[in-house]
């Protein structure tokens, strides 16, 4: 999940070649096609969001080769960052040492064909829960959760837990789905960035 203001980097980790197709989801049934960036083994090339679009959105890529890649963003000399490998999983886990500020959750559903139902829990340091949301993701779509220090009270000062299941009605074991944790005080000393 990305704003116009963070830039993309791709990188080439095949032995041939790569084409990568970049397309963004900016609402539900809604994709855009970006670019098909050109890159050869061992190179990199960046590609600025906000060249594509004008608002907030999913970013999806598909290469011929294995690649990696890094969404960046640089905001009054701090850098933030996180990286996707293109995996995921039906049970995700991230420890925060505390909640300073609002966290976005954007989860994406990497399959054409099944929707997700996923279930996010935050529970403190004892293991219990304290929040729990549940919404639909659709193929190829993405949905953001949010969760705020408010919501959590006194707890958000605390050791943290999040985690994330997918269920799949008629899938055993459930289908991966991909999640990213950002805080909305990114750029900020002490920022969360974190990819599942």
């Given at each position: 999940?990305?704003?116009?203001d963070w830039t993309l980097?791709?990188?080439?980790?095949?032995?041939?070649?790569?084409?990568?197709?970049?397309?963004?989801?900016v609402a539900p049934g809604e994709a855009k096609t970006c670019e098909v960036l050109s890159i050869a083994p061992g190179d990199a090339r960046s590609l600025r969001v906000g060249d594509c679009v004008?608002?907030?959105?999913g970013a999806w890529i598909r290469a011929s080769q294995p690649v990696a890649v890094v969404a960046r963003l640089a905001r009054d000399g701090h850098w933030a960052s996180y990286s996707g490998?293109?995996?995921g999983g039906s049970l995700q886990h991230l420890v925060?040492?505390?909640?300073?500020s609002a966290l976005r959750v954007y989860v994406q559903d990497p399959w054409r064909t099944v929707a997700a139902t996923v279930h996010l829990r935050v529970r403190d340091g004892d293991g219990a829960d304290l929040l729990h949301r549940e919404v639909q993701v659709a193929p190829h779509e993405t949905v953001l959760l949010r969760v705020t220090p408010e919501e959590l009270g006194?707890?958000?000062d605390g050791p943290l837990s999040l985690?994330?299941?997918s269920t799949r009605e008629g899938l055993n074991p459930p289908a991966s789905v991909i999640a990213v944790a950002l805080s909305e005080a990114v750029g900020d000393a002490g920022a969360i960035g974190a990819a599942w």
């Amino acid at each position: 999940w990305v704003e116009p203001d963070w830039t993309l980097q791709v990188q080439n980790l095949g032995l041939g070649c790569a084409q990568a197709e970049v397309w963004f989801s900016v609402a539900p049934g809604e994709a855009k096609t970006c670019e098909v960036l050109s890159i050869a083994p061992g190179d990199a090339r960046s590609l600025r969001v906000g060249d594509c679009v004008d608002r907030a959105a999913g970013a999806w890529i598909r290469a011929s080769q294995p690649v990696a890649v890094v969404a960046r963003l640089a905001r009054d000399g701090h850098w933030a960052s996180y990286s996707g490998q293109g995996g995921g999983g039906s049970l995700q886990h991230l420890v925060l040492p505390r909640l300073g500020s609002a966290l976005r959750v954007y989860v994406q559903d990497p399959w054409r064909t099944v929707a997700a139902t996923v279930h996010l829990r935050v529970r403190d340091g004892d293991g219990a829960d304290l929040l729990h949301r549940e919404v639909q993701v659709a193929p190829h779509e993405t949905v953001l959760l949010r969760v705020t220090p408010e919501e959590l009270g006194a707890a958000a000062d605390g050791p943290l837990s999040l985690v994330l299941e997918s269920t799949r009605e008629g899938l055993n074991p459930p289908a991966s789905v991909i999640a990213v944790a950002l805080s909305e005080a990114v750029g900020d000393a002490g920022a969360i960035g974190a990819a599942w």
